[in-house]
C-alpha cells in the first residue's frame, strides 16, 4: 500500500484533485514497473491489473460511481483457514490480495455508463492497455468531474 502510495506521489499526482487519467496513469505504471516479490509466476497469473467501474450497493459510497485501479497478486498460501485450498483450481496454494486504488466519482454524470472492468495479465502489455484505457468512456467521461473521495487499501481475497 504504502509502496503504490509513494509511487503515485513521485509522480507528482495528488488523488483527490489530478485528472483521473492521470491517476489511472501512475496505478498502470506502478503495475508494468514494479514486481512484487513471492508472488507466483506471471505465466499463472500472479500478478494482474485491473481496471474496474461502477455502481454497487456494498460499495462504501454507494451513491457515488466508482473507479478502481486494482493490481491483483498471488503468493504462496499459508496453513490459515483463510487461504484458498481446494476451492480455486489449478492454483489450489495461492493466497490472492488486490491492492485498490479507488476513486469515487459524482454518479449523475456516470448513469449511462453500465458497471463493467477490464484485465490485464501481463505488464509487458500495458502500453497497449494504456492507450486503450485513455479512450474508455469512463475516463473521457472523468475528464469534466472532480473526485468525491478516494482511497489506497489492501485485501485478502
Not at 509513494?6 to 483521473?20: C, D, M, V, Y
Not at 458497471?115 to 502489455?125: D, F, I, M, T, V
Not at 467521461?141 to 472532480?146: G, K, N, P, S, W
Request: net charge negative; glycine share 6%.
Amino acid at each position: 500500500k504504502f509502496a503504490l502510495e509513494a509511487f503515485i506521489a513521485g509522480k507528482g499526482i495528488e488523488l483527490r484533485t489530478s485528472p483521473l487519467v492521470d491517476i489511472c496513469g501512475a496505478c498502470l505504471d506502478f503495475y508494468a514497473q514494479v514486481r512484487v516479490d513471492g508472488t507466483v509466476p506471471l505465466d499463472e497469473d500472479g500478478d494482474m491489473f485491473l481496471f474496474q467501474w461502477g455502481r454497487s450497493q456494498y460499495d462504501k459510497r454507494p451513491g457515488d460511481f466508482h473507479v478502481d485501479f486494482v493490481r491483483q497478486f498471488g503468493v504462496p498460501a499459508t496453513d490459515d483457514e483463510d487461504s484458498q485450498g481446494d476451492m480455486c483450481p489449478p492454483y489450489e496454494d495461492v493466497d490472492y490480495y488486490q491492492l485498490h486504488c479507488t476513486i469515487w466519482m459524482p454518479a449523475r454524470p456516470f448513469s449511462s455508463i453500465a458497471n463493467g472492468h477490464c484485465w490485464l495479465y501481463r505488464p509487458a502489455q500495458a502500453a497497449d492497455f494504456r492507450t486503450s484505457m485513455t479512450s474508455h468512456p469512463v475516463l473521457v467521461q472523468a475528464r469534466d468531474h472532480q473526485q468525491t473521495a478516494s482511497e489506497i487499501a489492501i485485501e485478502k481475497v
